[in-house]
């Protein structure tokens, strides 16, 4: 195994650092044995090149409404843990018929002696003219990971390593017309890897690409939102565009970018109460991107339920899901859901890589009443695992 895909595992941590981990955690089910992992992560978060869009519903509502989500885990990497978010949909303008923000602080420790802290806010300001998007999480995290490319995922060889991230990301985006956004972002990170023990077995030798990294990056960002709701849309359509341009920050050595398009499309199917969400996805990177900035499938807001965050990571990503979603008139719901991905080297590369299925049945109970964010529990099958989730908000 490389150097290039020992580093893949730090893609692991960034995500698991910055798409939300303080909101939730899922069971990774293997040899018919059910255990959780924290890995798998959405909203709220801000993946640094696939930051969260949402914020809360339309729902009139108080100036407050304070959210508590403690979430105890098992892992195999892990070992047990409790994930703990506190935070609050919230109003910086006073007209309740728009989208109010939202923010929080959280953490999480295991008994390995992993742990994070993290703090995100997303705030809507001047009738939803600005949208201002900020996370800083710093996060020690032992675990085991798997390389680049298809062939490394069907393998499930890992390597097992101990790093530390240190990030800080925020964007600011200003509506151009009506649902039409625009605008841009930083980030900086600082990581350090290192190997927690020897080699397993079946690895008799690799170069370790340890030591520290410092990065930055500036991005351009756009966004279509026509959705009547962030949390639990009943119509309309999102599509994001996003592009970073990365640089060493301690002395510009290493330049590569990082690209993802993505389009959420809702309908009604019955009334108020039956709808389809469908969502197409792809992310890429250039020839000389780390292997940790690199996609993967299970990993963010649109992640493929059903695969594990890194075993499938390449230079290039795509997916397409489906969802059909029922409520009840209280506070359940449930659904159903299928979808497929591919990894590839290359654009040229998706003509001859495998479809991954993907699908999977769900349960939701809202947890507030003033705003549709719910609690999900989904059951997900992949091509070589079953996996369970526990996570607030939906996938896409």
């Not at 595992?9 to 069971?27: D, E, I, K, N, Y």
């Not at 849309?233 to 599509?239: D, F, H, M, Q």
């Amino acid at each position: 195994m490389s150097s290039r895909t020992v580093a893949s595992g730090r893609s692991l941590l960034l995500l698991f650092a910055s798409l939300g981990f303080l909101s939730t955690s899922a069971v990774a089910k293997a040899d018919d044995s059910v255990s959780v992992d924290p890995l798998v992560a959405t909203v709220p978060g801000t993946d640094p090149t696939q930051s969260n869009e949402g914020g809360a519903g339309r729902t009139a509502g108080p100036s407050v409404t304070p959210l508590l989500a403690p979430i105890p885990f098992k892992n195999s990497q892990l070992g047990w843990g409790l994930v703990l978010m506190v935070g609050a949909i919230h109003r910086f303008d006073p007209d309740t018929t728009l989208k109010p923000s939202t923010g929080a602080v959280g953490g999480f420790y295991t008994e390995n002696k992993s742990w994070g802290l993290m703090a995100l806010e997303m705030a809507r300001l001047g009738h939803d003219t600005w949208r201002l998007r900020g996370a800083a999480s710093h996060m020690d995290v032992r675990y085991d990971f798997f390389g680049i490319g298809e062939d490394a995922g069907d393998a499930g060889i890992s390597v097992p390593l101990e790093q530390t991230v240190d990030l800080g990301v925020g964007t600011v985006l200003r509506r151009i017309v009506p649902g039409l956004f625009g605008g841009a972002g930083v980030l900086y990170m600082h990581t350090d890897v290192d190997l927690r023990r020897d080699l397993p077995p079946a690895l008799d030798s690799l170069d370790v690409d340890s030591g520290q990294a410092d990065l930055f990056a500036v991005g351009l960002q756009g966004e279509y939102d026509t959705r009547n709701d962030d949390y639990w849309p009943t119509r309309g359509s999102l599509a994001v565009l996003k592009a970073w341009f990365f640089t060493d920050a301690l002395g510009a050595s290493s330049q590569f970018q990082r690209m993802l398009v993505g389009w959420s499309w809702y309908t009604r199917l019955r009334g108020e109460r039956l709808l389809l969400a469908t969502n197409v996805n792809a992310a890429a990177a250039s020839d000389d991107a780390p292997s940790y900035l690199m996609p993967s499938l299970g990993a963010g807001r649109f992640g493929l339920r059903g695969y594990t965050q890194g075993r499938y990571r390449d230079q290039v990503m795509t997916t397409a899901q489906a969802e059909v979603r029922w409520h009840s008139r209280g506070r359940f719901g449930a659904v159903t859901f299928f979808g497929v991905g591919q990894v590839a080297p290359d654009l040229g590369g998706l003509g001859d890589a495998s479809l991954l299925p993907a699908g999977g049945l769900g349960l939701r109970y809202r947890l507030t009443r003033q705003f549709p964010m719910h609690m999900r529990f989904d059951v997900a099958w992949g091509k070589n695992e079953n996996l369970f989730y526990f996570s607030v908000a939906e996938a896409f």
